[in-house]
């Protein structure tokens, strides 16, 4: 199985686009697990690595004798299930899921249903992120709280890395942080803080560790909730999509018109929770929500000013 080469995620620095960020990373990136061949029925969600090749032409899938009906690289939906069935193919050959150790750090965190003492909060981002986690079709694994130590965060990491291929974790990574996660990963193998420009997100972690003779790769994302969503969304996403061979991993967005009033920072990309709305006439438009949102608005750099009527893209959460 191919590892991650040592420099893979090496960058940090002043604040960088997210745009050159990801594109800094993702050509250094390989398939790290293995692959196999699974029936039809259990293909949905996971990424075909052999192209299905057309024997014949198929009129009413529009392509040609020869030609890849369904490239490698893709992660199947039932439509890719639905032209495989029609060339006649009974499995297909993908990527095993990407196994993923998901912690929290954080010595205010508390379980959900425990007593909720004075500067405690309960860990939303754990659940948050196995939902996300889940959504992309991999197998995480949810190893709970970890404390504030360094020696905790090693051992936790060591352990975890016998039976995964990667670590996420919420908190512990922000700069002037007694950050005991990033001491951790750093004796362990070596760590790469990525200060981004966006908002809000900025801190996120990047790096490899080895352990019982694997190499695993970190991704520790801010312990604010919703910089914990925007980053694993626009930085998280493509890079554990990738390490499973997935060719296409940019989140799915949509042209949506906005229907409120918004000024930011230039240089900067922001991120706003929004929701749906329809109207009599059928369209749709968006307005800000803190909690009843559908998705986010993804405002470029060089917008200084949102109007209503504007045009923006919508990152749904459902997808």
């Known amino acids: 199985m191919t590892q991650l080469t040592d420099d ?22 390989v398939r790290v697990t293995v692959s196999e061949e ?30 890849a009906a369904i490239p490698a690289g893709r992660r199947l939906t039932a439509r890719d299930i639905w032209l495989a069935a029609a060339l006649g193919k009974r499995s297909l050959i993908v990527s095993r899921p990407l196994r993923v150790a998901l912690f929290s750090t954080g010595d205010e965190l508390v379980e ?28 995480y694994s949810d190893l709970g709280i970890l404390a504030d130590r360094q020696d905790a965060v090693e051992q936790a990491l060591t352990a975890a890395a016998a039976e995964h291929d990667a670590v996420v974790t919420s908190g512990g990574v922000s700069t002037g942080e007694e ?14 803080i990525w200060r981004l420009a966006i908002k809000p997100g900025r801190p996120v972690a990047l790096g490899q560790f080895e352990a ?27 890079i554990l999509l990738r390490l499973m061979g997935a060719s296409d991993v940019e989140p799915p967005h949509y042209r949506v018109r906005a229907e409120f009033e918004h000024r930011k ?16 006439d059928g369209t749709l438009g968006i ?6 949102a559908d998705g986010l608005v993804e405002l470029p750099e060089t917008v200084t000013k949102l109007e209503p009527g504007s045009m923006v893209d919508f990152l749904p959460f459902a997808s």
């Open 8 to 29: 893979c995620f090496a960058a940090g620095g002043p604040l960088m686009p997210i745009d050159t960020a990801l594109a800094l990373v993702m050509p250094r990136l």
């Open 38 to 67: 699974v029936a039809l029925a259990e293909a949905p969600g996971r990424i075909l690595l052999a192209d299905v090749i057309s024997p014949a032409a198929l009129t009413e899938a529009g392509i040609a004798a020869g030609a």
């Open 112 to 139: 959900l249903g425990q007593p909720l003492a004075p500067g405690k909060i309960y860990d939303s981002n754990r659940r948050t992120l196995g939902a996300l986690l889940q959504q992309l079709g991999l197998a």
């Open 179 to 192: 950050d005991h996660v990033r001491a951790a990963v750093e004796a362990l193998g070596s760590l790469h």
């Open 212 to 238: 019982g003779g694997r190499r695993l790769a970190f991704l520790g994302l801010p312990g604010n909730p919703v910089a914990a969503m925007v980053t694993f969304l626009r930085v998280a996403r493509p």
């Open 265 to 280: 920072k230039r240089e900067r990309r922001e991120y706003l929770r929004v929701r749906l709305v329809r109207h009599e």
């Open 287 to 292: 307005l800000t929500s803190l909690v009843e």
